[in-house]
């Protein structure tokens, strides 16, 4: 099982940014996919953006798309999110995922590894 470690999460005022980054233990293959997920107080867990092996991005709904852009560096052993125009609506721990069980999907319990999040506050 692979270890992640987030990090870059902050707290910030509406319409500022943040990059929020995503270390690999260890520099192998991916399986598939790697995702960005969210969870606010009192919500479930929720997906952001998905990047593929091939570099492939996607994002859950067309409002992250507009605002928030995941990527991966060369060696794909970090992923990070970028996030602007954050809205406090967007206050939430941020985690991200690997391992996928078998499909990339907006679900969290195909992931097989996560880390332990990084808290993002957005204030009016």
């Known amino acids: 099982q692979r270890q992640l470690v987030e990090s870059g999460g902050g707290s910030v005022q509406a319409g500022e940014s943040l990059r929020l980054s995503c270390i690999v233990s260890?520099?192998?293959?991916?399986?598939?996919?790697m995702a960005w997920f969210r969870q606010a107080p009192g919500k479930e867990r929720e997906g952001v953006a998905l990047?593929?092996?091939?570099?492939?991005?996607?994002y859950r709904t067309n409002s992250f798309k507009g605002r928030f852009t995941i990527s991966q560096d060369n060696t794909r052993n970090t992923m990070y999110l970028d996030m602007i125009s954050l809205k406090p609506e967007d206050t939430a721990m941020y985690y991200c995922?690997?391992?996928?069980?078998?499909?990339?999907?907006?679900?969290?319990?195909?992931?097989?590894?996560w880390g332990r999040g990084t808290q993002v506050t957005v204030s009016a």
């Open positions: 990047i593929y092996a091939s570099g492939t991005k996607t």
């Open positions: 995922a690997a391992d996928p069980v078998s499909f990339c999907t907006w679900s969290p319990s195909d992931f097989g590894s």
């Open positions: 260890e520099e192998t293959s991916w399986r598939n996919c």
